[in-house]
């Protein structure tokens, strides 16, 4: 059963930075659009960032441009969030996501993808 697991959250203190992963069982990654979400307290779920399958485009949601990083280890099957210069905003809890539909490249779009991570919690403090 395919199954996501995010890790590498924690608390970091503002303008630290993190690097999420997230694993995947029964899938290999590089054959699918993989995204990045997040949830605060109160708040509805956003898109962060999306890898398009096989070198596809990546995209970034304008409130972490220039400081989020996504990128894939094929031969780990490993999809990373690197975050850098964090905020207090980007307190979350993360989630991975997977689209196994095939499109011509990822969308920051969350109905678009099927499968979901437990998630893993960012809390910035200020």
């Known amino acids: 059963q395919l199954q996501l697991v995010e890790s590498g959250g924690g608390l970091v203190q503002s303008g630290g930075s993190l690097r999420l992963s997230c694993t995947a069982s029964?899938?290999?990654?590089?054959?699918?659009?993989i995204g990045w979400f997040r949830q605060a307290p109160g708040k509805e779920r956003e898109a962060v960032s999306c890898?398009?399958?096989?070198?596809?485009?990546?995209k970034y949601a304008d409130s972490v441009k220039g400081r989020f990083t996504i990128s894939r280890d094929t031969a780990k099957n490993t999809l990373y969030l690197q975050m850098d210069n964090l905020e207090p905003e980007d307190t979350a809890v993360y989630y991975c996501?997977?689209?196994?539909?095939?499109?011509?490249?990822?969308?920051?779009?969350?109905?678009?993808?099927?499968?979901w991570g437990q998630g893993t919690q960012v809390t910035v403090s200020s």
């Open positions: 996501a997977v689209d196994v539909t095939f499109q011509t490249q990822c969308v920051l779009v969350g109905p678009a993808y099927e499968y």
């Open positions: 029964e899938l290999a990654l590089k054959d699918y659009d």
């Open positions: 890898i398009s399958a096989l070198g596809g485009p990546r």
